[in-house]
């Protein structure tokens, strides 16, 4: 690995210089603290010498108390380093198992503007996954399911959903900013037109 990309060779094909490009094991389960001390520095020996920035390993199991803590303090002076405490994007979801998710609370199908049924809504990403597909809840008890063969354009709907933390209002960049690991639950609501709001609980 080199800055931060991973190339692949055989054990035998490894010269001196790839050998000082392999990570170093994290520091053993029981380690002492002066042992974590010295994994730490081999690991920043590493980053240095590689131009790599992986986030930095766990606490051992049966780790101390102050050993959490650095741990935790390692961690989240990486994510500052790195830019890497924004949430993380949604997973890319199963359209067919979302279609048949939204047929059960009743939603109605569309396709190019066309109304459809749920079953031929899954064969035409059985027939081509590269459809875009959109959801939209009208009242909360009315749901919509559009379905394009061109991209669905966010880039205004984005600009009228806003952000709730707690109840309270935030911008988009505060809400960027909020660690994945302090969120309790997201709510999301959208009306028809594709405005809505995002609601964010916190963990207590």
Same mark, same amino acid.
């Given at each position: ?22 990570? /170093?094991? =994290?520091?053993?389960? &029981? #380690? $002492? @603290? %002066?042992?974590?001390?010295?994994? !730490? *520095?081999?690991?920043?020996? +590493? ?8 986030? /930095?390993? =766990?606490?051992?199991? &049966? #780790? $101390? @108390? %102050?050993?959490?803590?650095?741990? !935790? *303090?390692?961690?989240?002076? +990486? ?8 949430? /993380?994007? =949604?997973?890319?979801? &199963? #359209? ?8 059960? *609370? ?99």
């Amino acid at each position: 690995m080199k800055n931060n990309k991973v190339f692949y060779k055989l054990r035998s094909e490894l010269t001196n210089e790839d050998e000082l490009l392999i990570p /170093p094991p =994290p520091p053993a389960p &029981n #380690a $002492s @603290k %002066e042992q974590i001390l010295k994994a !730490e *520095k081999v690991h920043s020996d +590493w980053k240095k010498r590689s131009g790599n920035d992986l986030p /930095p390993p =766990p606490p051992v199991p &049966n #780790a $101390s @108390k %102050e050993q959490i803590i650095e741990a !935790e *303090k390692a961690l989240n002076d +990486w994510k500052k380093r790195s830019s890497n405490n924004r949430l /993380p994007p =949604p997973p890319p979801i &199963n #359209a067919i198992e979302h279609i048949k998710d939204m047929n059960k *609370k009743g939603a109605k199908f569309y396709f190019e503007g066309k109304e459809i049924d749920a079953d031929t809504a899954s064969d035409l990403f059985k027939k081509n996954k590269k459809l875009s597909i959109e959801s939209k809840n009208k009242d909360d008890s009315t749901y919509e399911v559009w379905i394009s063969k061109k991209g669905i354009d966010t880039t205004k709907k984005e600009e009228n959903i806003k952000y709730y933390l707690d109840h309270k209002l935030i911008s988009k960049k505060e809400m960027e900013l909020i660690p994945a690991n302090k969120i309790e639950s997201v709510d999301v609501k959208k009306d028809k037109n594709g405005a809505g709001s995002v609601y964010i609980i916190s963990k207590k």
